[in-house]
């Protein structure tokens, strides 16, 4: 079993949906990372979160420690968003990320 | 501030054959990490540097890949023979805090083993 499993695996949306993206871990983790990566394999760190909630623009990140999971929330998504969005954990006393499979965005005009 | 840069960005060689890969990192970063990422999946950690020095090369098969950083700046990652399985993207990071903050990521260099 992964360390990070991520939910759905792919997500088409309409121009303006709300759209979230789950995932889950099942270690102990000093923090979480959301990722974006776009075509062509560019990756742009969106946020690292170790309690509470994020927000940045249309982007808000959550994190529940006790049930180990995160949630990414895009508010009035956009086709620029598309995009594969990654979870990524650092966990314990490890200085490496652990990254999970990734959830593949498409949003439709 | 420059970005972390790579090259070259894409490469088609024949199984069997060598390949080398570059990467400099982001001005007084002083961690450096190789990640292989095959179609599909999450990246995988292959090597991780503290200046010069590696922490991790755990996950690095090292019978046919290695990685230097002699200076603890720019560094070099080389495959040799290369296998079909070794079509990914690899991804260079930096990070100035040991690995306990944001990585920066560079783009990526795509390789194809024919």
């Known amino acids: 079993k992964n360390e990070v499993e991520q939910s759905p695996q792919n997500l088409t949306a309409q121009e303006g949906e709300f759209i979230t993206i789950n995932c889950s871990y099942s270690?102990?983790?000093?923090?979480l990372h959301w990722l974006q990566q776009h075509p062509g394999g560019g990756i742009v760190s969106l946020f690292m979160l170790s309690s509470g909630k994020k927000k940045h623009g249309r982007l808000i990140a959550t994190i529940n420690i006790q049930e180990k999971h995160s949630s990414l929330h895009i508010t009035a998504s956009h086709p620029r968003d598309s995009a594969v969005y990654i979870c990524a954990i650092l966990s314990g006393s490890a200085r490496q990320l652990t990254f999970g499979s990734g959830t593949q965005l498409t949003v439709l005009p | 501030e420059a970005g972390v840069a790579q090259s070259p960005r894409y490469k088609i060689i024949e199984k069997r054959q060598s390949v080398a890969f570059w990467c400099n990192p982001i001005?007084?970063?002083?961690?450096l990490y190789w990640y292989q990422q095959i179609l599909g999946q999450g990246p995988k950690l292959l090597i991780q540097f503290q200046n010069n020095g590696v922490v991790d090369d755990s996950q690095l098969p090292k019978d046919r890949f290695s990685a230097e950083r002699l200076k603890g700046v720019d560094s070099t990652l080389k495959i040799q023979p290369a296998k079909l399985e070794d079509s990914a993207v690899y991804l260079c990071a930096s990070s100035d805090s040991g690995g306990a903050g944001e990585q920066f990521f560079g783009p990526g260099t795509r390789l194809t083993v024919l």
């Open positions: 270690v102990g983790i000093s923090a």
């Open positions: 001005s007084g970063h002083a961690t």
